[in-house]
């Protein structure tokens, strides 16, 4: 029985420095991920995206497997530095012809292109003048979300401002394990604003370039649970949905940030005002700038004890709520979080168009003796995660598309290729590219509209 709507959206999605390689070619300015992945002890193996899948070079064959398999949407995300290579300068239009050539491979095999303009990969250049913690990086943003929506207008009707807000914030910043490897929580706050201000700032200049067009953002979300009724560990998990989520969700849809966690910042010496100081009259109408949707990122959920409700991985473990597994990232899998987290984006926040931008799991398995790839187990963790997203459209949660993470085996970050999300098996030595078996059953689910 079908599960989804004929115009329910399925796709996949990849971003540009985990695929594309070609770090330094045809004008491209250094990202900071380009010079992080040089600084020694960064990325596990020493790894790099210099070449990474390839995908600047093997994008024809890339599109081609997509289509192979009926996928009729593609996610990707624009590198910054191809466009105004340090940031602040000159357009190179071989970056933009690049996109260009992209976007009509993509239109000519019937797959709808996605568009969004941040995926973590800043331009040194403007880094190097404070990056995010720098309020000016703001206009320097809505510039190239004026050129690129100017260039790829007439073609790309979907546009994301930004992904992940969160973790180019606080991974960036406060943790230091991604680009630009900064740890001042502070700091973290001061680019998180920024981030979300030139969301902000970049949307009317989307829609202005494409008035047939819609813009969104996408968020992150980390659910999590108590790990005990206990009092203290309410109020962590309370804490740190405000830190992980709240933060984020509230502004975006009109409500500020949370008093709470202004409160709980305060008291803990974020910042010495009464209110954040990087936020000046202004911003938070900005901010809250209508968009036509909402993504959201979802992997995992966690439980939360009291005592280190700010770390990312606070309460992994089971606890009294086990999970139906772990993926190789060491994620605990909770499909039913998934459900109930998009029930609250529309309770909550009265959110009208929500869209899983990212979902997917890491799973090594390779090509076995008869060169197939068995991936049942990322198989199975599609199936559940897309019958949670049926389950919340069963409750009225109005939610119109879905993408895995990712098309390819790609650089995973700080765990350079260590783990492996595709749908397409690659061969980081030669490039090779194998379909694994999930991509064929993806594509039965795009053409039954059903994961059962
Ligand atoms: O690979 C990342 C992606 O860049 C952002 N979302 C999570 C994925 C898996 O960790």
Same mark, same amino acid.
């Given at each position: 029985?079908?599960?989804?709507?004929?115009?329910?959206?399925?796709?996949?999605?990849?971003?540009? &420095?985990?695929?594309?390689?070609?770090?330094?070619?045809?004008?491209?300015?250094?990202?900071?991920?380009?010079?992080?992945?040089?600084?020694?002890?960064?990325?596990?193996?020493?790894?790099?995206?210099?070449?990474?899948?390839?995908?600047?070079?093997?994008?024809?064959?890339?599109?081609?497997?997509?289509?192979?398999?009926?996928?009729?949407?593609? =996610?990707?995300? @624009?590198?910054?530095?191809?466009?105004?290579?340090?940031?602040?300068?000159?357009?190179?239009?071989?970056?933009?012809?690049?996109?260009?050539?992209?976007?009509?491979?993509?239109?000519?095999?019937?797959?709808?292109?996605?568009?969004?303009?941040?995926?973590?990969?800043?331009?040194?250049?403007?880094?190097?003048?404070?990056?995010?913690?720098?309020?000016? #990086?703001? +206009?320097?943003?809505?510039?190239?979300?004026?050129?690129?929506?100017?260039?790829?207008?007439?073609? *790309?009707?979907?546009?994301? /401002?930004?992904?992940?807000?969160?973790?180019? $914030?606080?991974?960036? &910043?406060?943790?230091?394990?991604?680009?630009?490897?900064?740890?001042?929580?502070?700091?973290?706050?001061?680019?998180?604003?920024?981030?979300?201000?030139?969301?902000?700032?970049?949307?009317?200049?989307?829609?202005?370039? *494409?008035? +047939?067009?819609?813009?969104?953002?996408?968020?992150?979300?980390?659910? $999590?649970?108590?790990? @005990?009724?206990?009092?203290? +560990?309410?109020?962590?998990?309370?804490?740190?949905?405000?830190?992980?989520?709240?933060?984020?969700?509230?502004?975006?849809?009109?409500?500020?940030?949370? =008093? +709470?966690?202004?409160?709980?910042?305060?008291?803990?010496?974020?910042?010495?005002?009464?209110?954040?100081?990087?936020?000046?009259?202004?911003?938070?109408?900005?901010?809250?700038?209508?968009?036509?949707?909402?993504?959201?990122?979802?992997? /995992?959920?966690?439980?939360?004890?009291?005592?280190?409700?700010?770390?990312?991985? #606070?309460?992994?473990?089971?606890?009294?709520?086990?999970?139906?597994?772990?993926?190789?990232?060491?994620?605990?899998?909770?499909?039913?979080?998934? #459900?109930?987290?998009?029930?609250?984006?529309?309770?909550?926040?009265?959110?009208?168009?929500?869209?899983? #931008?990212?979902?997917?799991? =890491?799973? $090594?398995?390779?090509?076995?003796?008869?060169?197939?790839?068995?991936?049942?187990?990322?198989?199975?963790?599609?199936?559940?995660?897309?019958?949670?997203?049926?389950?919340?459209?069963?409750?009225?949660?109005?939610? @119109?598309?879905?993408?895995?993470? =990712?098309?390819?085996?790609?650089?995973?970050?700080?765990?350079? &290729? $260590?783990?492996?999300?595709?749908? *397409?098996?690659?061969?980081?030595?030669?490039?090779?590219?194998?379909?694994?078996?999930?991509?064929?059953?993806?594509?039965?689910?795009?053409? /039954?509209?059903?994961?059962?």
């Amino acid at each position: 029985m079908s599960r989804f709507a004929n115009d329910f959206v399925f796709g996949v999605a990849a971003s540009a &420095y985990q695929i594309e390689g070609a770090w330094d070619e045809d004008g491209k300015g250094e990202s900071i991920w380009d010079r992080f992945v040089r600084e020694p002890g960064r990325i596990l193996d020493g790894a790099t995206g210099d070449v990474a899948c390839d995908h600047y070079h093997r994008f024809p064959e890339d599109v081609a497997l997509m289509a192979s398999a009926g996928i009729p949407a593609y =996610s990707l995300t @624009t590198a910054w530095t191809r466009i105004i290579p340090d940031g602040l300068g000159p357009v190179e239009p071989r970056g933009i012809a690049f996109y260009d050539r992209l976007v009509d491979e993509l239109l000519e095999n019937g797959i709808t292109p996605y568009v969004t303009l941040y995926h973590w990969d800043l331009p040194q250049g403007l880094q190097d003048r404070g990056g995010w913690a720098n309020r000016d #990086t703001v +206009d320097a943003f809505a510039r190239y979300a004026d050129v690129m929506s100017a260039a790829l207008g007439d073609r *790309v009707k979907h546009w994301k /401002t930004h992904n992940e807000p969160w973790v180019a $914030s606080f991974i960036g &910043y406060r943790d230091g394990s991604f680009a630009p490897g900064h740890t001042d929580f502070s700091e973290a706050l001061t680019a998180a604003h920024h981030i979300l201000l030139s969301h902000g700032r970049a949307v009317p200049v989307i829609r202005a370039n *494409v008035p +047939d067009g819609e813009v969104g953002i996408v968020v992150d979300c980390r659910p $999590s649970v108590p790990a @005990t009724d206990s009092a203290e +560990d309410v109020a962590a998990q309370q804490h740190f949905d405000g830190f992980r989520n709240r933060w984020f969700f509230d502004p975006i849809f009109g409500k500020g940030y949370p =008093s +709470d966690m202004v409160e709980a910042y305060r008291e803990r010496g974020r910042f010495d005002a009464e209110q954040p100081p990087f936020v000046l009259p202004g911003d938070l109408d900005e901010i809250a700038v209508p968009i036509d949707f909402i993504g959201i990122n979802y992997y /995992t959920a966690l439980e939360v004890a009291a005592g280190a409700e700010e770390t990312e991985d #606070t309460g992994i473990a089971p606890g009294p709520n086990p999970p139906d597994g772990y993926t190789e990232m060491g994620w605990p899998i909770v499909p039913s979080a998934l #459900t109930a987290f998009l029930k609250r984006i529309h309770d909550d926040y009265g959110a009208t168009d929500i869209r899983v #931008t990212e979902n997917g799991a =890491s799973y $090594s398995d390779g090509p076995g003796p008869d060169r197939a790839v068995h991936d049942e187990r990322r198989i199975e963790y599609l199936r559940v995660h897309i019958q949670a997203v049926a389950d919340a459209i069963e409750l009225g949660v109005p939610v @119109t598309g879905y993408f895995v993470w =990712s098309i390819l085996d790609n650089f995973e970050w700080a765990l350079g &290729y $260590s783990q492996r999300f595709g749908l *397409v098996w690659v061969d980081h030595e030669t490039g090779e590219r194998v379909p694994k078996d999930s991509l064929a059953w993806y594509g039965e689910v795009i053409a /039954t509209r059903s994961p059962d």
